[in-house]
């Protein structure tokens, strides 16, 4: 096993495979830019390196200062995480080239999979239904418009080099193309530094069903059965669970071939995901293969047990799986609440700031993986992902009642979050009976005040009136100026001169 | 003490009496009177006891108003003494037929989409600002004339800063 990994990435996510790392007596490497002095990943690690200013362009996206960074420090391999460049086929090849373990899985497949048209192209050779569209790039408008109107409306444009809910727009009418085709080439220029787009037909309404899989270098490959991802907004996923509502047993065993043979066709190797939409017939389309762990890794994990970071480190230290496909089953159900710095209540508007409180939620079956702390700042600068809430129960029901139990002792000040959303998703009759959709949201939430309480007012309003009075009396405590003789006392110089030099 | 707390758009009286030191406080919300166990475990952490009923309240200042979250309920407050101004409403977007269009969140601006001068219509996009990877558009809340424009593509904003103003 390694003795050293560079974790490229900053967040909750590199906290996430640092504690890998430590279980496996790995000692974990930070790197961070301008912006993330502060940050909990860079306390937590053994030894942190700075790569840059706070634009991710001009820090955790460049491939050399990372690897320079990572054979300064002697690191044998570096874990991506999930953005920046964790699906870069020429970070991995640069990895490679260095004599460094990219953990992941090896460049050729990153390439493959990274270029939309090009893995459908693969997927329908390897026999994986894909969602009808176009193979290649558009070059211009006019080319999308003939594209669209043979196609037939809605369509999905998307980014080539596409990821994350970004660079994606949903367009239902002609007129909206023009200013979709822009958004969306706007956004993958500045997500994925190309604005080449495609085009799919929409599936309406459908289930975001998607198979993990892990492929060790011995040429076993394997699936831990789904996560259903329906509930997004602006196409990012919001909330996961495994199983899916949907699910039947003979369905995840077609899901589950279907995605063994696409990562089978991509030569495979670490942890991946195969996408897939499954419309209300139960057909699957597949979707896209994400090359890296996912956020939503950890439903996974909870109901098979495997810990999926030990399994990609493993994997990329070239230890077998140990186990097979019959050796594993799903227990229970497991929910993921992705805790955004964002306003539910104003359209999940981003809302970075300092957080000044922060209760977080424990107990039972309740992980709560947090990239942030009291008195941190969130940076404008990267993704509105804070947190993310995970709780395990006998039963979906049962995860469901443990999830609000753990949204309620969740408090979050200072920014605005996405847990008030959480918890009205929590109640919804439709989540409940596991009526969901990639159009749930949008269909479904409005976000309301809480039903009026007279005792509940009162008591925010007193509990504002208790801390004004608590900070007018602290104002009244703190001397505004000192006569001379205190100048003469050295104790009491030293602290204001502490004091001035914390404030500057 | 005698303070103003408005919340909702409604300005509420509140009295704070002070007992002798056991922790209780009589606490009068314009007519309806409390005696409440009052503790504060951490900073901005109030733990109330209303007729034996728990209250775990946490408070933040943020843009000059007291945040409070109770339990799953949330409201936004601001206090002031009694004897100073009463407390402002919550700031108009409209105010007399002038809109200060400002920043919602802090970010870079990625494109300003109007003119000095321009005409626009309630709900036209005006600039567009990035923040956590994300484009926001900032619309206009009713049909007017832009007057000024303070912001330019690729400048830093700050949340609350004024972008732009229009004359309805």
Sequence with gaps: ?504 | MRLLANAGGVTHTVELDEGNGTGFVRVKVDDREYLIDVANPAPGHYSLLVRGKVFSAFVWQRRGRREVQVGDRSASVEVVSAQGPRPSARPAAAVGGRQEITAPMSGRVVQVLVQPGQMVADGESLVIIEAMKMETEIRAVARGQVKDIRVSANLAVEAGQLLLVIDS
């Design chain 1, 1 to 504: 096993m390694f003795g050293k990994v560079l974790i490229a990435n900053r967040g909750e996510i590199a906290i996430r495979v640092m504690r890998g790392c430590r279980e496996l007596g790995i000692s974990p490497v930070a790197v961070y830019s301008e912006a993330d002095r502060n940050a909990l990943h860079v306390q937590m690690a053994d030894e942190a390196y700075l790569i840059g200013p706070p634009p991710a362009s001009e820090s955790y996206l460049l491939i050399d200062r990372i690897i320079e960074a990572a054979l300064a420090c002697g690191a044998e391999a570096i874990h991506p995480g999930y953005g920046f460049l964790a699906e870069n086929a020429q970070f991995a090849r640069a990895c490679e080239q260095q004599g460094l373990v990219f953990i992941g899985p090896p460049s050729t497949a990153i390439q493959l999979m990274g270029d939309k048209t090009a893995a459908r192209r693969a997927m329908q050779a390897a026999g994986v239904p894909v969602v009808p569209g176009i193979d290649r790039f558009l070059q211009d408008d006019d080319e999308a418009r003939q594209v669209v109107a043979a196609m037939g409306y809605p369509v999905m444009i998307k980014a080539a080099l596409g990821g994350g809910g970004r660079g994606m727009r949903l367009v239902h009418q002609e007129q909206q193309l023009g200013e979709a085709l822009r958004a969306a080439r706007s956004e993958a220029r500045s997500s994925f530094g190309d604005p080449a787009i495609y085009i799919e037909r929409y599936v309406t309404n459908p289930h975001h069903v998607e198979i993990q899989v892990l492929a060790d270098a011995h040429g076993q490959v394997i699936h831990l059965g789904e996560r259903e991802c329906s509930i997004q907004r602006r196409h990012q996923k919001v909330v996961e669970e495994s199983p899916s509502p949907l699910m039947t047993e003979d369905l995840r065993v077609r899901m589950g071939e279907a995605a063994v043979r696409a990562a089978q066709a991509a030569n495979y190797r670490n942890a991946g995901t195969v996408e897939f939409l499954v419309d209300e017939h139960r057909n699957f389309y597949f979707l896209e293969m994400n090359t890296r762990l996912q956020v939503e890794h950890p439903v996974t994990e909870m109901v098979t047990g495997i810990d999926l970071v030990l399994a990609q480190l493993r994997i990329a230290g070239g230890e077998p799986l140990g186990y097979r496909q019959e050796d594993i089953r799903l227990t229970g159900a497991a929910i993921e609440c992705r805790i955004y710095a964002e306003d539910p209540a104003s359209n999940f508007r981003p809302s970075p700031g300092r957080i000044t409180v922060l209760q977080a939620p424990a107990g039972p079956w309740v992980r709560d993986e947090r990239g942030v702390f009291a008195g941190g700042e969130v940076s404008p600068f990267y993704d509105p992902m804070i947190s993310k809430l995970v709780v395990w129960g006998a039963t979906r029901q049962e995860a469901i009642a443990r999830m609000r139990r753990a949204l309620g002792e969740y408090v979050i000040g200072g920014i605005k979050t996405t847990i008030p959303f959480h918890q009205w998703l929590m109640e919804d009759e439709d989540f409940l009976a596991g009526r969901l959709d990639t159009g749930f949201i949008e269909r479904r939430y409005r976000p309301q005040a809480a039903p009026p309480d007279q005792l509940a007012q009162d008591v925010a309003v007193i509990a504002a009136a208790l801390d004004h009075r608590q900070s007018t009396r602290q104002a009244a405590a703190t001397p505004v100026s000192q006569g001379d003789h205190d100048a003469l006392n050295p104790w009491k110089l030293a602290g204001r001169v502490d004091l001035m030099r914390r404030r500057g």
